[in-house]
């Protein structure tokens, strides 16, 4: 009687090794995207009240300058 279970574990770590060429790069470009994403969420999260406060200054600043030029423009079409 063979033993055909020690056959199955053979042909399985070796079809997984036949195909790593195929398997290896996919795997090691979704970590190394993984990689790069996390680095950038670490840096918005370091800088995200210095984020916050620049939204914040630039909407008041578009907020202002949209009523300005709101009011000078009825002012223009009398003239």
């Known amino acids: 009687m063979k033993h ?3 056959t199955l574990i ?5 079809f ?8 290896l790069s996919s795997l090691a470009i979704w970590f190394g995207g993984v990689a790069f994403i996390g680095t950038i969420a670490n840096f918005i999260e370091s800088t995200q009240s210095l984020l916050i406060l620049m939204s914040s200054v630039l909407g008041i ?3 202002y300058l949209y009523f ?3 009011r000078k423009k009825p002012a223009e079409n009398n003239g």
């Open 4 to 6: 055909y279970k020690k």
């Open 10 to 14: 053979g042909s399985i770590i070796t």
């Open 16 to 23: 997984v090794l036949g195909t790593s060429c195929c398997w």
């Open 61 to 63: 600043i578009s907020i």
């Open 68 to 70: 300005r030029n709101k």
